[in-house]
């Protein structure tokens, strides 16, 4: 498949944009969520900036487990023991 990528210029306002063709769109439609999806929108919300360090210096990211359906994880947890 070819990526077909146009660049416009508006000289009334010196900004670029582009325009993807649907070719584009329509792959991107069938390919899985990103694994790290999750913890770059978590940095990206903070400005580009990491969490704090915890009481032992250690930095945590914090990440759903089943935030997009799956497996029931119940049976994971100490209330589904």
């Known amino acids: 498949m070819t990526m ?3 660049h416009i210029f508006d000289p009334d ?3 670029f944009s582009y325009v993807v ?3 584009v769109t329509s792959r991107d439609a069938t390919l899985a969520i ?3 999806i999750l913890p770059s929108l978590q940095v990206n919300m903070r400005g580009g ?3 704090p ?3 032992s210096g250690r930095m945590f990211l914090k990440v759903p487990v089943n935030a997009f359906g799956g ?3 119940s049976s994971l947890t100490e ?3």
Do not use: C, I, K
Request: glycine share 4%.
């Open 4 to 6: 077909t990528v146009q």
């Open 13 to 15: 306002t010196s900004t």
């Open 21 to 23: 063709s649907d070719s």
């Open 34 to 36: 990103p694994t790290l």
């Open 49 to 51: 900036h990491l969490p």
């Open 53 to 55: 360090l915890d009481s």
């Open 71 to 73: 497996r029931d994880l």
């Open 79 to 81: 209330t589904g023991r």
